[in-house]
């Protein structure tokens, strides 16, 4: 089992930043992929970004590219999300996940294995 918790969500004005963390615990660490989802209020959850294991492959929604970055700290078992030039349409809960992946990236939710309990982004015009 691996334990994730996501933290840094939060209200902030369009135009603003926040950076998402989310720390795993449990057995290692090693060989997972993770992923950033959102689900904003009313709709299913959608993908917002991925990272592969070693932090070499990257993907990114359309929605977010340019404005949004993740990266991972494995000796520290975290994964960043730094969301900068944020607008409404980002409100929504984020979650992070886990896949057992070395090499690669995976967008689809129902490839990921574990998942944190959300935190929510409010991005107020």
């Known amino acids: 089992q691996v334990q994730l918790v996501e933290s840094g969500g939060g209200l902030v004005q369009a135009g603003g930043s926040l950076r998402l963390s989310c720390a795993a615990s449990?057995?290692?660490?090693?060989?997972?992929?993770m992923g950033w989802f959102r689900q904003p209020p009313g709709k299913e959850r959608e993908f917002v970004v991925a990272i592969s294991w070693s932090g070499g492959n990257t993907a990114y929604a359309d929605s977010v590219k340019g404005r949004f970055t993740i990266s991972r700290d494995n000796a520290k078992n975290t994964v960043y999300l730094q969301m900068n030039s944020l607008k409404p349409e980002d409100t929504a809960a984020y979650y992070c996940?886990?896949?057992?992946?070395?090499?690669?990236?995976?967008?689809?939710?129902?490839?990921?294995?574990?998942w944190g309990q959300g935190t929510q982004v409010t991005v107020s015009s």
């Open positions: 996940a886990a896949t057992n992946l070395w090499v690669g990236v995976r967008v689809r939710p129902n490839e990921y294995d574990y």
């Open positions: 449990g057995r290692t660490f090693s060989g997972y992929a």
